[in-house]
């Protein structure tokens, strides 16, 4: 397959040609010698970080913006991990902040309750897939922002009371704020 890259300034579909060096169509992503990240070409082992736009307007467009639709979703899927490697709460964090008893308890919740089961790891990979573009969205529409903010409290609140584990009360150094019943 082709690897291509969509133009941000024109939309031209650019094509990754193949290595001006040698000839060799194969390339992999890895550091430059000038420390940056780009594309390096498997049989010469000559690298660049962007490619000029082949449409009419010569933008430069990252090496990394260019992929086959295979290697494109492997990399969502290692975002998305590398999401979850980080503890990433996205809409959560927004609304609360990092350090909130809400965050943590829905980071419990989502490690005990769902990555466990193979329904609730979709959920999860599906959350982390959606969760950015939600914030993006919650930060330009207050309403959407209010709503998500109702939704996510009723949520924590739901699951810090139905019996699932949550944080002891000196964990969450807040004193009688939503009892854990452990």
């Not at 969760?131 to 009723?154: N, Q």
């Not at 609140?157 to 584990?165: K, L, N, P």
């Amino acid at each position: 397959m082709i690897a291509t890259a969509d133009c941000p300034r024109c939309g031209y579909k650019n094509e990754l040609m193949a290595c001006q060096n040698c000839g060799g169509a194969e390339y992999r992503r890895g550091g430059l010698s000038d420390g940056s990240q780009g594309m390096i070409c498997k049989r010469c082992d000559m690298g660049f970080s962007h490619v000029a736009c082949q449409g009419s307007c010569g933008t430069h467009i990252s090496a990394f913006s260019f992929g086959t639709p295979v290697s494109r979703g492997a990399e969502r899927i290692k975002q998305g991990m590398d999401a979850y490697e980080g503890g990433k709460c996205f809409i959560a964090t927004e609304l609360y902040g990092a350090d909130s008893i809400q965050v943590a308890i829905l980071r419990r919740f989502r490690d005990q309750a769902l990555l466990p089961t193979k329904r609730g790891q979709i959920f999860v990979a599906l959350y982390y897939r959606l969760g950015p573009l939600i914030v993006r969205l919650m930060r330009i529409a207050p309403p959407v922002r209010s709503l998500a903010r109702l939704l996510v409290g009723s949520l924590a609140r739901f699951v810090h009371t139905s019996g699932t584990r949550c944080l002891p009360k000196k964990e969450t150094g807040r004193q009688g704020f939503w009892p854990c019943a452990m």
